[in-house]
């Protein structure tokens, strides 16, 4: 598969925009460099790039493409939105509409603020949960990934329960003692950090169901744990649901039937963004009343924003969880992914590649390794450089895959059986290459 033109305008975007990329992820820097692929057009399942070559998508802008690409229903809902003004900077009636919507879905949300990306919708929920407790530290797990506010941009200190260090330049290490990063699927550990910090600790911050070291469930109990444990401390739960709301089905994580107790593993803030946007920018965050009520005009927390709530991104939204509520497209992804997940596992075995495949609904993650991946440790431990070679003898079949072997394959509601079974046709004909049969 020839892509000059990507690799001209790779040439051209590096002499204007840093790095040639408007976000790290989308540089194939993890893959062994290059140019990554310039796409013009987008339908459906499917992308075609600048030289004509056409894709079946997983990658879906890494969440927010549930419906597919252009969706005629999200389209003609930015259609009408543009034509009666993009931003007011008063407030509208549908921002009502959507907020309702979320709570209803989401029921520990009580109040919603909406913003314009997942990293300010995380921000400001430590921000309130700081107001909130007067306190200032927060404990995150290892390898979630929380957007690029500096709190969250914080790894690990060497061991299990230290203070954090700066995960990226231009970030005072002062900050970074702020956070406290424990193992994801570790409730002693957790434990243990709140012994030694809990006095000082605002909030435990968790991807309740991860999405950022490739797809992986807390184990039976851990989110009932946490949320006891941090209460037992007087901290606050938020949870980052930026991706895995309206993932799964209608509703987000903490009320997904994968999981049960749903009263015990209800957070007291909850981060939104990507899908509820339908492919425009947008984030929210909502929680308890008493929670929310931190925030400015009502309360001392401060938190505004130019474009929040800006018709166009509401309409899409509202546009995209009203296609959501179609009976059964849930079900439906999750057949197809599947039948693909099968395909890929069988494949796998039969040319001797290591594949350690976490499925939830119509998202899963593919880990080039022979052990479970439930947390951090386990999902670096795999094969990076197998995984690129896979991810390009995919590309160069017509499958676009993330960069990152951390990353999910998304399922939408715009997949089809055919584009299934040409996937796995690719699969197996990488498989083939990799292994060098
Ligand atoms: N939280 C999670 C769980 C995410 O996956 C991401 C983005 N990948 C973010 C927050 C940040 O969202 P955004 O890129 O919209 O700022």
Avoid at 174 to 200: C, M, Q, R, Y
């Amino acid at each position: 598969m020839k892509r000059i033109h990507s690799e001209q305008l790779y040439e051209e975007a590096l002499k204007h925009i840093v790095g040639g990329v408007n976000s790290p992820s989308r540089s194939f820097k993890a893959v062994g460099g290059g140019a990554p692929v310039f796409m013009k057009r987008a339908q459906g399942a499917h992308f075609w790039d600048v030289d004509d070559n056409r894709y079946v998508d997983y990658l879906a802008a890494y969440g927010p493409i549930i419906t597919g690409h252009a969706h005629p229903h999200i389209t003609r809902a930015i259609q009408e939105a543009a034509a009666n003004g993009t931003l007011y900077g008063t407030p509208t009636e549908l921002e009502i509409k959507m907020a309702k919507m979320l709570k209803q879905a989401i029921p520990s949300m009580d109040k919603v603020r909406f913003v314009n990306s997942g990293t300010e919708a995380v921000m400001t929920t430590i921000r309130v949960a700081r107001a909130y407790t007067k306190r200032n530290k927060i404990i995150k797990f290892a390898g979630c990934y929380h957007g690029h506010s500096d709190l969250v941009l914080v790894a690990a200190g060497s061991g299990p329960s230290t203070l954090g260090i700066p995960d990226s330049a231009g970030i005072p290490t002062s900050i970074a003692h702020e956070v406290i990063t424990v193992p994801f699927n570790d409730a002693p550990a957790l434990k243990e950090a709140l012994d030694k910090w809990g006095d000082d600790v605002a909030a435990v911050m968790v991807e309740p169901i991860v999405g950022n070291f490739g797809m992986v469930m807390p184990k039976p109990g851990f989110l009932e744990d946490l949320c006891r444990l941090t209460r037992q401390y007087g901290a606050l739960v938020i949870y980052d649901e930026v991706i895995t709301a309206f993932r799964f089905h209608y509703g987000s994580a903490q009320t997904y039937a994968g999981l049960d107790n749903h009263e015990a593993i209800a957070p007291d803030l909850t981060a939104l963004g990507k899908i509820i946007g339908g492919g425009l920018p947008i984030g929210a965050y909502g929680g308890t009343k008493e929670v929310m009520e931190q925030v400015a005009p009502l309360g001392p927390a401060y938190q505004a924003g130019t474009m929040a709530g800006n018709p166009a991104s509401i309409s899409a939204g509202i546009a995209c969880l009203e296609v959501l509520q179609t009976p059964g497209v849930y079900e439906e992804m999750e057949r197809l992914t599947i039948k693909l997940t099968n395909g890929l596992a069988g494949f796998a075995r039969q040319y001797g590649i290591p594949l350690t495949i976490n499925r939830i609904r119509g998202s899963f993650s593919t880990h080039f390794c022979d052990h479970p991946v439930t947390n951090y440790d386990e999902a670096q431990d795999t094969n990076g450089e197998m995984f690129a070679a896979f991810f390009r003898a995919m590309l160069n079949r017509g499958v676009n895959l993330a960069p990152s072997k951390y990353e999910a394959w998304f399922l939408t509601t715009a997949h089809t059986e055919e584009d299934i079974d040409f996937t796995l046709e690719a699969a197996e004909a990488s498989f083939k290459e990799i292994n060098g049969s």
